[in-house]
């Protein structure tokens, strides 16, 4: 397929694909499709929820022509098609599909001779050709590698980060035969500044992007167990960190709670992978025990502060300081806040949350809290989440009395400015 006869269709318009549809429509005849149809009124009207794309740059998008629709028919005229559909797990902590297998389906029924479907989605090692291309080959009677072609190119989308944007992160590129390797690398080597990187296969594209997330969830987990320990033996963990940063090849993570829907969610996909073929991984799911549990120290730590300024738990009431699941950005999938805020609630203490960028409507629907608007006085402050909003706040104003604690999680402020930090 040559280049200037691509027609890209960016099936999925949350934080991987707006901004790859808005770079792609700069250069090519390109659509959006989202089965979301709030989601299309919203981008129509020039807002979006993600804050990835700002309102001036999406108006000017539109402008521009940019198209976004929920009606699949419009998906014929297309001939590329690039998946970025979410990959999260079910309640087993294993693959869950689902989402993959929906827009597999709608993209397959409108396949035409020589067109390329690739895959953004973060999956395990041969995931595309595995489960995918079945289901796309079950949509039509074209045959893959004969009829259609495939590519892989895994998302490297930093929710939040207003440097490290789209265009200018590197871009690991894959395709199911050479040809349509060469074809998927040219198409992305045009949008992309930083430039890209051809691998040899899908399936290592697809493993190169599982690694990426699990080697920080690892290293996270090793600082977070080292929090553990050092807890015990009464050492603050972050001036360990700066200590044994001054050395050139010490790796600098800090420990933090791990949630969102990349890190703490892609170690199981190799995980479910590697078992299917008979073996378990250790360090992996080693890793992956200490982050699920930090949260639960976490409480512990603030109740056994309180308990010690003589501050009764039950009926004690708390602030929470941040719901998504990383700094700077309105994304709470699978943030790991809520586990702390339901177990102090076990616990019979009255909890408020707070958070300047998370959409009040989606967390009262999809995890049941309502947002704090105004503050009050509080026993305990937990700084869960470090947006740069909160290092202006005054929170002597929010302490209820000389007892109040306050646990600041990722040590966003200065030591002697709370009672405790990871």
Same mark, same amino acid.
């Given at each position: =397929?040559?280049?200037?006869?691509?027609?890209?269709?960016?099936?999925?318009?949350?934080?991987?694909?707006?901004?790859?549809?808005?770079?792609?429509?700069?250069?090519?005849?390109?659509?959006?499709?989202?089965?979301?149809?709030?989601?299309?009124?919203?981008?129509?009207?020039?807002?979006?929820? &993600?804050?990835?794309?700002?309102?001036?740059?999406?108006?000017?998008?539109? @402008?521009?022509?940019?198209?976004?629709?929920?009606?699949?028919?419009?998906?014929?005229?297309?001939?590329?098609?690039?998946?970025?559909?979410?990959?999260?797990?079910?309640?087993?902590?294993?693959?869950?599909?689902?989402?993959?297998?929906?827009?597999?389906?709608?993209?397959?029924?409108?396949?035409?001779?020589?067109?390329?479907?690739?895959?953004?989605?973060?999956?395990?090692?041969?995931?595309?050709?595995?489960?995918? %291309?079945?289901?796309?080959?079950?949509?039509?009677?074209?045959?893959?590698?004969?009829?259609?072609?495939?590519?892989?190119?895994?998302?490297?989308?930093?929710?939040?980060?207003?440097?490290? &944007?789209?265009?200018?992160?590197?871009?690991?590129?894959?395709?199911?035969?050479?040809?349509?390797?060469?074809?998927?690398?040219?198409?992305?080597?045009?949008?992309?500044?930083?430039?890209?990187?051809?691998?040899?296969?899908?399936?290592?594209?697809?493993?190169?992007?599982?690694?990426?997330?699990?080697?920080?969830?690892?290293?996270?987990?090793? =600082?977070?167990?080292?929090?553990? =320990?050092f807890d015990k033996m009464d050492i603050d963990t972050n001036e360990v960190i700066e200590?044994?940063? &001054?050395?050139?090849?010490?790796?600098?993570?800090?420990?933090?709670?791990?949630?969102?829907?990349?890190?703490?969610?892609?170690?199981?996909?190799? %995980?479910?992978? @590697?078992?299917?073929?008979?073996?378990?991984?250790?360090?992996?799911?080693?890793?992956?025990?200490?982050?699920?549990?930090?949260?639960?120290?976490?409480?512990?730590?603030?109740?056994?502060?309180?308990?010690?300024?003589?501050?009764?738990? $039950?009926?004690?009431? @708390?602030?929470?300081?941040?719901?998504?699941?990383?700094?700077?950005?309105?994304?709470?999938?699978?943030?790991?806040?809520?586990?702390?805020?339901?177990?102090?609630?076990?616990?019979?203490?009255?909890?408020?949350? *707070?958070?300047?960028?998370?959409?009040?409507?989606?967390?009262?629907?999809?995890?049941?809290?309502?947002?704090? &608007?105004?503050?009050?006085?509080?026993?305990?402050?937990?700084?869960?989440?470090? *947006?740069? *909003?909160?290092?202006?706040?005054?929170?002597?104003?929010?302490?209820?009395?000389?007892?109040?604690?306050?646990?600041?999680? $990722?040590?966003?402020?200065?030591?002697?400015?709370?009672?405790?930090?990871?």
């Amino acid at each position: =397929m040559n280049l200037t006869s691509c027609k890209v269709a960016v099936v999925g318009l949350g934080y991987v694909g707006l901004p790859l549809l808005i770079e792609f429509s700069k250069k090519y005849s390109s659509i959006g499709f989202d089965i979301d149809k709030k989601r299309i009124a919203e981008l129509k009207e020039g807002f979006d929820k &993600t804050n990835e794309i700002s309102e001036k740059d999406l108006e000017a998008s539109i @402008s521009n022509g940019l198209r976004v629709t929920n009606d699949e028919k419009y998906l014929s005229d297309f001939n590329v098609f690039i998946i970025t559909v979410p990959t999260p797990l079910d309640k087993n902590k294993d693959p869950d599909l689902k989402y993959l297998s929906e827009a597999s389906k709608t993209v397959s029924k409108y396949i035409k001779k020589d067109d390329i479907i690739i895959y953004e989605s973060t999956v395990y090692p041969g995931c595309t050709e595995e489960f995918c %291309v079945p289901i796309l080959e079950g949509g039509t009677k074209l045959k893959y590698n004969k009829d259609f072609f495939c590519g892989y190119s895994p998302e490297r989308i930093n929710p939040g980060d207003k440097i490290n &944007t789209i265009t200018n992160i590197k871009k690991v590129t894959s395709g199911s035969n050479l040809n349509t390797a060469k074809t998927v690398n040219q198409l992305y080597l045009s949008i992309i500044s930083a430039g890209t990187y051809l691998a040899n296969s899908i399936k290592v594209a697809e493993a190169s992007k599982a690694i990426e997330n699990a080697q920080r969830d690892l290293n996270i987990s090793f =600082m977070n167990e080292l929090a553990l =320990m050092f807890d015990k033996m009464d050492i603050d963990t972050n001036e360990v960190i700066e200590a044994a940063s &001054t050395k050139w090849n010490f790796l600098k993570f800090k420990p933090g709670i791990v949630g969102g829907h990349c890190i703490s969610v892609d170690p199981y996909y190799l %995980v479910y992978k @590697s078992k299917t073929l008979g073996y378990t991984p250790k360090v992996i799911l080693s890793g992956r025990e200490v982050n699920e549990k930090i949260g639960l120290f976490i409480c512990n730590k603030v109740i056994n502060l309180l308990k010690k300024n003589n501050v009764s738990i $039950k009926g004690s009431k @708390s602030l929470i300081l941040g719901i998504t699941f990383k700094e700077n950005c309105p994304d709470i999938r699978n943030s790991k806040v809520i586990e702390i805020y339901n177990y102090l609630i076990s616990k019979g203490v009255i909890v408020d949350l *707070h958070d300047p960028h998370a959409n009040r409507d989606e967390v009262k629907n999809k995890l049941g809290v309502n947002l704090l &608007t105004t503050f009050e006085k509080y026993d305990s402050i937990i700084l869960a989440v470090p *947006h740069d *909003h909160y290092k202006s706040l005054n929170f002597n104003n929010f302490k209820r009395n000389a007892n109040s604690i306050l646990y600041d999680v $990722k040590g966003l402020l200065p030591k002697s400015d709370s009672n405790g930090r990871l």
